[in-house]
């Protein structure tokens, strides 16, 4: 009974870190982010890939957006082009992805430590994360929630299909952070268990530093709060977006990369890891960080035990979990008219 | 001549339907210019356009620079700053974070000069300065927009209707900081409807209908002018002595 | 019938299609595809282009439709045709019981609704013992007619395009009618279309259930048509693609479901064809191109292809003037009892620690203009709320001709005879201003949704429309009648919005702000209007700043400050009022 909790909490510390990076997301560009799932894989497999000694073909994605986004850039600029501005551009997009795949092809055969492929696997999927705003969400920044919606749907799907193309249908598993184990009670906590916590713990306390002290943090809150505001006193809703898009990315990949050691990661795994994130999301209405995390333990908890009792309709429990909520809010605030969609 | 704003033959339509037609304009150096006019006219349009809120047809020079393809918060950067109708403050942030973020673009160093220049300024801000904005009362929080503009240091202040929905007694205190920001170096742009108020601190004025410019000149012509007092200060002469 | 004839020329080439010597079988095929995806892509039309509800969960509605057929044809031995009655019910029942839960929330919240019970019902077809898991259903007996079974897809191929057909028909009727008028409403928030009697929340479940239905449809045509059921085609990845065919062929046209599902599945069927020659054999491929494209797409040409087409064909739909000899009931009225319309005591309004209305207390009498005045935040609009009942009041009571309306909703207010228009205008701005002002007498129709379908409600509808549009003649804008009312100027869409207000026919009209963005002769206008109707016996409250306006025309004026009535009279009393003099000090433009 008790290591089912502890299951779900382990599960639920992972949901909690996804859910309040789609809380943030959501909040500063009002991106629904599905892509989630797809960085958690990316960082997941990328990391296993790494440390097995193959080259991962997510460095080389990370390029190849790069060179998107800095056409993008070109092109936005076209009319006021300036040496100053093509040379900004030519560091952030192909300068930064190209140094990042020649490092990681120089590494791949080398079998570095573990932290060297902790640390290179989020730099990859943060930069994919940094492109995939520009290429898809920059442009689309002045339309409506719904559209933004579609946009990430579309960037869930093609993320996913090169999933498939770098690493296969195969599944993957990752060497653990920390081999150590220890029991307490009736309890067994591993290394990696801990390190969940604690990383968990970390990123929260982080954030909340982050937000509450920094004046980028609080740059993002206020675009988060009034994005016309934050534009009256300078601050670009487009640095604000590749923020939240960086933070996003660095969490998935975090999620993945200490999951991964526990569970076998597919390609189109991270998708159902990202929803149930989601869920979590949702419960804390998409606004609020603390029930955000309070739920994605909840939705943890709610995971290990159907799975014990009910494995085979595991995910159906889980994705049904949201109705009631869904009803709760509704009724809660039902009324409130939306001048623009 | 080099104003330090100067629009010239704006145009700005709202899809098909155009609101503001052919209009010019000069802000110069230390000076506070106003436009007065109806609800509807096209005073807020006219401002949300030089800022960049909404796209322009014409030329709008700032500071000897085009900034008509300008991004908002390039406009910002360039020293043009905008208190706009609805005040768009954070309000689930503190006043002081609401300050701070005001000097966002602006080197440290100069924002702690500003955050002294500020609370000189409003002193209500700095007794308030832990509160969140979103619960000020609706003179504080125009304070609390007009200082954070202020902030960033800018070379003009466009103010749209500061007085909007204010007790009088506000408005008063409101527009007694205008007239003293003239003082501080910064030019600003006053958009009212409170016409009579307007015209007491403004240097010039404009006079706006339907989206066109009927009269410009001093403040002091504009509002002796016989059509200006039957269509703006018609109903409050009764109460001019309260002022 | 003119303007049915693209339809019948349209109809005729598909009948001929398969008729063609040395049509490829394999074309067929793919034609059958875009049927059935057409027709899951015209209910999301009416969801979400129309009616603004947007879902990612059609695909699970296909499946019902797809495994009630399955089961009861293999197991029970039913005949197809007993099933089709009962896959459209399963699929409908199950949209009512989602709906009821779904179609309330606002805003994202319902796509992401849809999304989690999308694959919660996903994971269930695939668990489920009975639905044979993930392996499905085979076997499923074809479509016959007498001893002619529809087994090849040249056969199937006429059940598919008939039931398009027939749905197209069908969904077209039902939008161009009182029905179709308050779902168009809905895509533009609530408080409109409930203003004048519309139960947006049944109105969001019938067009819920209509999209269920049609999916429903084409999944029973498609387990006909596969002859076997399983889950894959009902997952969340099918929920997508089908938003995808809406997008890309236009959200808001029901043709452009048709065309969107043409596009994808000829697409798909290159990029499966073609890209592993480009490429290698590496699966997915398409999945990739497919996302991208999606992107694409939205950021080139977000409103999709059917309204590009149009606009480039030039089609200008053909429109019919009313025949305004028709003439509408009036609104069943209750036997006046007293000359105070509406009484207004001790109206409190507390948001939060704000108190927007604070014990304010005044009255309409009959054939009387009163108007509200003050400075903005005065508290003049939500007192209009408060009796139209957009908001719940905190205190106080509402009574119209001497009866308590408790917090009664807009729908119910607006059948005691107010009707308001709206400080910042609300009115459809892709539909006609005939159509918009239509909405006004909605109250005043009958017909629902299964009349108009099969237009049996065309007496009702064109005595609906003479009375638009004669209250459009009445304000003045007989020659913008088919104008697009988005496309009129913001001052004639106040006086559209006051047309529409006319159509309830009402015995108190509420103004807010109707003279904003008028010039001088229009507002001189407006005056004679209101005077007009004051002197036909109606009653009118209006809230306004335009104090020349104001002295001119009301009767009586209240005067609110900070939520507070501080004085109340004749206009010549408040001129020289000095509370309100020092309230408004300058204020008046």
Known sequence: MLFLVQDGITNGAIYALLGLALVLVFAVTRVILIPQGEFVTYGALTYASLSSGQMPGTARLAVAMGIVAFGLDLFAARKSLHLKLVGRAFAVNIVLPTAILALTAWLAGRHPPIAVCIALSLLIVASIGLFLYRIAFQPLAHTSVLVLLIASVGCHLALQGFGLVFFGAEGQRGPTIADTAFTLGPLRFTGQSIAVYGITVAFIIGLWLFFGLTLYGKALRATAVNRLGARLVGIRTTLSGQIAFLLASVIGAISGILIVPITTLYYDTGFLIGLKGFIAAIIGGLVSYPLTAVAALVVGTVEAFSSFYASNFKEVIVFTLILPVLVLRSLAAPAVEEEKD | ?243 | MRERLPIILFALVMAAIPFIPGMPPFWIVLLDNIGLSALVAMGLVLLTGVGGLTSFGQAAFCGFGAYTTAVLTTAYGLSPWLTLPLSLLVSGGAAVLLGLVTVRLSGHYLPLGTIAWGLGLFYLFSKLEFLGRNDGISAIPPLSIGSFKMIDPGSIYFAIWAAVLLSALLTMNLLDSRTGRAIRALRRGHIAAEAFGVQTPRAKLLVFIYAAVLAGLSGWLYAHFQRAANPTPFGAQAGIEYLFVAVVGGAGYVWGGVLGAAIVVILKEILQSYLPYIFGGQAQLETIVFGILLVGLLQLAPTGVWPWLTARLRLKPARRRPDTTLALAARPRAAATSAVLLQIDHARKQFGGVIAVNNVSFDVQAREIVALIGPNGAGKSTTFNLITGVLTKSGGTISVLGRKIDNAPPQQVTKLGIARTFQHVKLVPDMTVLENVAIGAHLRGHSGALASMFRLDRADEARLLAEAARQIERVGLGDQIDALAGSLSLGQQRIVEIARALCVDPMLLLLDEPAAGLRHMEKQRLATLLRGLRDGGMSVLLVEHDMGFVMDLADRIVVLDFGTKIAEGTPEAIKTNPDVIKAYLGAVA
Do not use: C
């Open chain 2, 1 to 243: 001549m080099s104003a330090l704003l100067s629009v010239s033959d704006a145009h700005i339509a709202y899809g098909k339907v155009e609101a503001v037609r052919s209009v010019s304009l000069e802000v110069g150096d230390n000076e506070i210019v106003t436009i007065i006019g109806a609800n509807g006219a096209g005073k807020t349009t006219l401002l949300n356009a030089i800022m960049g809120i909404l796209q322009l047809k014409g030329r709008v020079v700032f500071a000897g620079e085009d900034i008509v393809r300008l991004e908002i918060e390039d406009r910002v950067a360039a020293g043009l700053s905008l208190v706009p109708e609805h005040r768009e403050l954070f309000a689930t942030m503190s006043v002081e974070d609401n300050l701070q973020l005001g000097a966002f673009r602006i080197a440290r160093a100069v924002a702690a000069r500003s955050f002294e220049r500020v609370y000189a300024l409003f002193p209500r801000l700095k007794e308030r300065r832990r509160q969140l904005a979103g619960t000020l009362s609706g003179g504080e929080q125009q304070m609390l927009a007009m200082g954070r503009a202020l902030m960033g240091a800018p070379k003009l202040l466009m103010l749209d209707e500061p007085s909007l929905g204010l007790a009088p007694i506000i408005v008063a205190d409101i527009f007694r900081t205008i007239g003293e920001l003239r003082a501080a170096g910064v030019s600003v742009l006053l958009v009212e409807q409170n016409a009579q108020a307007a015209l007491q601190i403004a240097d010039r004025a404009y006079v706006m209908e339907l989206g066109e410019f009927i009269l410009d000149g001093s403040a002091k012509d504009i509002a002796a002018n016989a059509r200006v007092a039957a269509s703006y200060l018609g109903f409050t002469h009764e109460g001019e002595s309260a002022v």
